[in-house]
């Protein structure tokens, strides 16, 4: 038998519980592209547009939070506590985290290191690229081989690529 787990990750996290975090972290990448490529098109200072991220990352958290605890609440008929809310909040903290990187930048452009459009527009690279290293980490865990993996990386990097340019068009 194999050992699977990563010296990162809590003992006996249940491979469930780790494809569920990896989905909510996907999908707060895919959020936050659109959100950092909607403030790039606007005209918004670092304040507000750390202010966007923040928000939008707890906004994300909260609303998968509730619905997290009305689920359970309605399918188990009593509110997740100890171990079942442990794992709700393990699982959905990538929600809150994936505003770290974007915030980071941000603080870059206040302080002069760099102008805010280009904060923003490296966050939303830095997101497409973070899509296009877990497509291929996915492609090679299934066995598929270098090339397939590129390819699945490549497949969700697209994703996020035409999340962008759906926001740029629409030109908020």
């Known amino acids: 038998m194999v050992d699977d787990r990563r010296a990162d990750v809590p003992p006996g996290t249940e491979a469930g519980v780790l494809a569920d975090r990896?989905?909510?972290?996907?999908?707060a990448t895919i959020t936050m592209i659109a959100v950092v490529v909607g403030l790039s098109l606007g005209d918004v200072g670092s304040l507000g547009a750390v202010a966007t991220v923040l928000?939008?990352?707890l906004g994300l958290w909260l609303a998968a939070f509730v619905a997290d605890q009305q689920a359970h609440r309605t399918v188990h008929r009593h509110l997740a506590?100890?171990?079942?809310?442990?794992?709700?909040?393990?699982?959905?903290?990538?929600?809150?985290?994936?505003a770290v990187g974007p915030?980071?930048?941000i603080a870059l452009a206040a302080l002069d290191v760099l102008s805010l459009n280009t904060a923003l527009l490296t966050a939303a690279g830095v997101g497409v690229l973070s899509l296009f290293l877990w497509g291929c980490l996915g492609g090679l865990r299934m066995g598929g081989g270098v090339l397939a993996a590129v390819v699945a990386g490549l497949a969700d990097a697209v994703i996020g690529v035409a999340v962008a340019l759906v926001k740029?068009?629409?030109g908020h």
């Not at 506590?81 to 959905?92: A, F, H, I």
């Open 22 to 27: 990896l989905k909510e972290r996907i999908y």
């Open 55 to 57: 928000t939008t990352a």
């Open 81 to 98: 506590t100890g171990r079942e809310l442990r794992r709700m909040l393990y699982v959905s903290s990538p929600l809150l985290s994936c």
């Open 103 to 105: 915030a980071v930048l």
């Open 168 to 170: 740029a068009a629409a």
